[in-house]
T-cell receptor, first 112, second 112 residues
Framework: DAGVIQSPRHEVTEMGQEVTLRCKPI?????LFWYRQTMMRGLELLIY????????DSGMPEDRFSAKMPNASFSTLKIQPSEPRDSAVYFC??????????FGQGTRLTVV | DQQVKQNSPSLSVQEGRISILNCDYT??????FLWYKKYPAEGPTFLIS?????DKNEDGRFTVFLNKSAKHLSLHIVPSQPGDSAVYFC???????????FGKGTSLLVTP
């Protein structure tokens, strides 16, 4: 298995633009997580899905952020409109519920 | 509100010596604890875990100790190697979900 796959690896966008981050979890994993890493706050959970259903989105910072999981093999995190303070590394992770989560390599987002 | 705390942002250890990374948590409902290792430009990778019913788990050079009464866990690496230089994240999970709560990480530098 190739592991959790995220795209793009890097994204630079202008303030106000829409940004879409993509994730393909490990096949067979029924939980998917979106995390954001910043220097100030470390790794913070944004949202997680179980069996494609959003379970907890209390970490989503604002209504500008939305996440979807239309099927078991794909999820998106969208920011519209983006702001400079959204600049961070966004990680997707998946789990089969028996142990910890496996992380993708992350998307480094820069909003200028 | 940070439920998992790593109070040492960095640690420097000589090669061959023991590295001890510490982690404190506040939520007594956490029942599963993990350590992740992260290299620059990569996602966190799972290192070792421990269930709350145990107080020690060992895997090669890595040992995790859990003190439930103190709500404290630690990761021991012995002997430390230069390749162990990375950021180490402590994570905890509660019984009601799969999502992991992370500390802010400790950057370990192992010098030759």
């Amino acid at each position: 298995d190739a592991g959790v796959i995220q795209s793009p690896r890097h994204e630079v966008t202008e303030m106000g633009q829409e940004v879409t981050l993509r994730c393909k979890p490990i096949s067979g994993h029924n939980s998917l997580f979106w995390y954001r890493q910043t220097m100030m706050r470390g790794l913070e959970l944004l949202i997680y899905f179980n069996n494609n259903v959003p379970i907890d989105d209390s970490g989503m910072p604002e209504d500008r952020f939305s996440a979807k999981m239309p099927n078991a093999s794909f999820s998106t995190l969208k920011i519209q409109p983006s702001e400079p303070r959204d600049s961070a590394v966004y990680f997707c992770a998946s789990s089969d519920g028996t142990s910890g989560a496996f992380f993708g390599q992350g998307t480094r987002l820069t909003v200028v | 509100d940070q439920q998992v705390k790593q109070n040492s942002p960095s640690l420097s250890v000589q090669e061959g010596r023991i590295s001890i990374l510490n982690c404190d948590y506040t939520n007594s409902m956490f029942d599963y604890f993990l350590w992740y290792k992260k290299y620059p430009a990569e996602g966190p990778t799972f290192l070792i875990s421990i269930s709350s019913i145990k107080d020690k788990n060992e895997d090669g050079r890595f040992t995790v100790f859990l003190n439930k009464s103190a709500k404290h866990l630690s990761l021991h690496i012995v002997p430390s190697q230069p390749g162990d230089s990375a950021v180490y994240f402590c994570a905890a999970r509660g019984p009601n979900g799969y999502a992991l709560n992370f500390g802010k990480g400790t950057s370990l530098l192992v010098t030759p």
